[in-house]
């Protein structure tokens, strides 16, 4: 059997962000096992609840006695952005920490596509030159740990 790479494997959305490093299983059939290093959550995300910030449900502002009507839902929209930003960031400097001490490996992040694009970057500039990134734009932060082991072995996440 080949030597396999060190791997880390982060599942995210922008409520929960799972860390597991990818081990070789004895088990042929299995291959491979998922050991969860760190479960980050995000603050903001429970702070707000899945209905946005302030559970207001009009993207207008109404109310006569605060002045003029004027559109809220650019704002809130930042501010959902800006909370995603510093989750990112959070999971980014876990991964890192995860990593610091790899002569090599592979990071594999797998976040949902809006998560995804605001970590890339950050991610690439902060791992060692010699640990690879792979991504996939899916949401399965809500799979069990034996899903995850399924499509790492599927799609050939960890070599």
């Known amino acids: 059997m080949a030597v396999m790479k060190q791997t880390c494997l982060i599942v995210a959305d922008g409520e929960k962000a799972r860390l597991f490093v990818v081990v070789p299983d004895d088990n042929p059939r299995r291959k491979v096992r998922l050991v969860e290093q760190t479960t980050l959550h995000s603050a903001d995300f429970n702070a707000r609840g899945r209905n946005g910030a302030g559970g ?5 502002n109404t109310n006569r006695q605060a002045g003029p009507v004027h ?10 952005l800006e909370q ?3 989750f990112g ?3 980014v400097k876990s991964a890192v920490a995860l990593t610091a001490d790899w002569s090599e490996g ?4 797998i976040a949902e596509p809006r998560l995804l ?5 950050r991610l690439r500039g902060a791992l060692k030159k010699h640990i690879t990134l792979a991504e996939l734009a899916k949401d399965y932060s809500s799979l069990t740990t034996a899903a995850l082991e399924k499509i790492v072995i599927a799609q050939r996440l960890a070599q």
């Open 89 to 91: 960031a959070a999971i």
């Open 71 to 80: 559109p809220v839902g650019a704002q809130r929209e930042r501010h959902r």
């Open 106 to 109: 592979g990071m594999v992040l």
């Open 84 to 86: 995603e930003r510093r």
């Open 117 to 121: 694009g605001l970590m890339r970057e």
């Open 56 to 60: 207001v449900a009009s993207e207008r």
